[in-house]
């Protein structure tokens, strides 16, 4: 039971950041699945890709009643994020999982970086 609760918990945080600032899988669920629910990588990055796709759909929804969504850069993006999401999953899965957290870690680190100097 107290494993549902954590996975309603992150789930919804997910969920909230999803819809406030785009961001969900990558910052929110890999690494809450990954440490506090003790998946392996693979599994929290696989589990997270699932769970983003209808909360994607909901948040961008939301934003498109706002008039919010360029839907001609959409057309154009999501050709190549899906060709993009196809190399770099077959790349993630044959990664060592020690190897693909560092990865991980090390992005989520440039970003912040990146993002607290500008």
């Known amino acids: ?13 997910a969920g909230i950041f999803s819809g406030l600032l ?3 899988g990558g910052l929110i669920l890999v690494p809450l699945f990954h440490y506090v629910l003790k998946m392996n990588m693979h599994l929290a990055v696989g ?8 909360t994607a759909l909901v948040g961008t929804f939301r934003h498109a009643s706002g ?11 999501v050709i190549f994020a899906m060709i993009g999401g196809l190399i770099g999953a077959g790349i993630s899965m044959n990664l060592d999982v020690a190897l693909l957290r560092k990865i991980f870690a090390v ?5 912040a970086v990146k993002m607290f100097l500008q």
Request: no cysteine; glycine share 4%; charged share 5%.
């Open 1 to 13: 039971m107290a494993i549902l609760i954590l996975t309603a918990v992150i789930s919804l945080l």
């Open 22 to 24: 785009g961001i969900g």
């Open 47 to 54: 589990t997270s890709l699932a769970i983003i796709v209808p």
């Open 67 to 77: 008039n919010f969504v360029d839907w001609r850069i959409f057309i154009f993006s």
């Open 107 to 111: 992005f989520l680190f440039l970003v």
